[in-house]
């Protein structure tokens, strides 16, 4: 098994990636990016168009054809032959549906930024009794950390889960998702493994199957480029039955219930019809991309991210070899002001996130995922670069 640790050659100008720029070519129907902003990112005209169709009845075939034609293609972009949930929520419902269906007992959540913390405070605020396990922020979890946490957390009875996130979108660290499922099923295999790939998943291969996950969940706004409101878990057959024990999984996500719609093609609850629309031409999209080209593209533009900043007198945050490849955190080694450098990429109708909570002011954060192309970071960059040199200061 090798882990997903990235060859960090490329930072010192040997690319081993193997693309060029030339590989990319923007395609002609793609407008220039205005969101590096690690969510919502920009969407595009065809997929936001489609959500103006009239409405259709949600118990009529049109929409159970639409269910199905998308739960097919989200289980090929999963690799997968388990279910694959769609829910109108964003990604935040399903980490609350994890825990709410994955644990009766115990579960460690390991916390190494702003949203693995959230998946800790949802574990909390669903009465369970979570083991928190900090690791320091801008590094990615390690297997050895898993491996350690469980082993000691297992003398006092047995975990039945641990959540990790795959893409900490606070600090651009990406953690080694294919190692850490593999610890976890030699040190304790009746444990879970819940992972949010909220930013990464479609810009970043994460096959469910062969990497052993329990659930993978996502939302619609990030690589996926779909407006807000929908997301996405994987759900493997070990986790159902897990369900099928546990009390008070409420109703609105209670898995059980949403497989048994599933498998009819549809939804307990009204489906955001609109959205699932969106989606469908969104999938069609990303399949006439290609899948190995979409991850290609996205490792591109995250090394060109990194490339970039490390050559232009700034740092990188997210520790070295677990960069993510969806966000750069670029430290802010040249003093900008964040705030006016906002200011400036806006009247040219471009946008990056500041450092989050404590790295405000000291970072910030480029979103390369979606629709995101080389072209755009080259425009996106030269503008920095103008504003660095004293443009619009
Ligand atoms: C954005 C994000 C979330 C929250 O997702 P919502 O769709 O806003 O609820 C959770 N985890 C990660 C890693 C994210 O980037």
Redesign the pocket.
């Known amino acids: 098994m090798t882990a997903t640790v990235r060859n960090t050659e490329a930072l010192d100008g040997t690319s081993k990636a193997g693309w060029e720029r030339a590989d990319f070519v923007t395609p002609a129907d793609k407008p220039p990016q205005r969101l590096f902003v ?2 919502p990112t920009d969407v595009h005209p065809a997929t936001l168009a489609a959500q103006g169709a009239p409405m259709i009845g949600h118990r009529s075939d049109e929409l159970e054809s639409l269910f199905g034609k998308c739960s097919e293609q989200l289980q090929a972009l999963y690799c997968t032959e388990a279910r694959v949930f769609t829910v109108a929520a ?3 419902g399903l980490q609350e549906a994890a825990i709410r269906n994955a644990v009766g007992g115990r579960v460690i959540n390991f916390v190494n930024g702003a ?1 693995s913390q ?1 998946w800790h405070d949802v574990s909390v605020g669903c009465g369970k009794e979570a083991i928190a396990v900090e690791v320091p922020w801008c590094t990615a979890v390690k297997p050895e950390q898993v491996e350690g946490a469980l082993q000691g957390a297992l003398a006092d009875g047995p975990v039945d889960a641990i959540t990790v ?1 795959h ?3 606070s600090t651009g660290a990406a953690s080694p998702i294919d190692a850490i499922a593999a610890s976890v099923r030699v040190v304790s295999p009746e444990t879970l493994v819940l992972v ?1 790939a ?2 990464s998943f479609s810009g970043v291969k994460l096959p469910f199957d062969e990497w052993g996950l329990d659930l993978l969940l996502t ?1 619609s ?2 690589a996926l480029a779909v407006p807000p409101g929908l ?1 996405f878990a994987a759900v493997s057959d070990r986790l159902m039955d897990r369900a099928a024990s546990v009390p008070h999984r409420g109703w609105y996500f209670d898995f059980l219930q949403l497989d048994k719609y599933r498998q009819r093609s549809t939804t307990p609850a009204t489906p955001a019809i609109s959205l699932m629309r969106a989606l469908s031409v969104q999938l069609d999209r990303i399949f006439a991309e290609g899948l190995e080209a979409r991850y290609a593209r996205h490792a591109f533009c995250g090394q060109m991210s990194r490339e970039w900043a490390v050559a232009n007198g700034f740092g990188l945050m997210a520790e070295r070899g677990y960069e993510s490849d969806t966000v750069t955190t670029v430290e802010n080694g040249r003093g900008l002001d964040i705030g006016k450098l906002n200011g400036f990429l806006g009247s040219q109708e471009m946008q990056v996130a500041n450092g989050y909570g404590p790295y405000g002011g000291k970072a910030f954060r480029i979103g390369h995922m979606g629709e995101v192309w080389p072209s755009d970071l080259e425009r996106l960059f030269a503008a920095i670069e103008a504003f660095a040199s004293g443009a619009g200061q």
């Open positions: 690690p969510g964003s990604g935040s949203f959230r996130v893409n900490e979108t949010d909220v930013s939302s706004q990030k997301a």
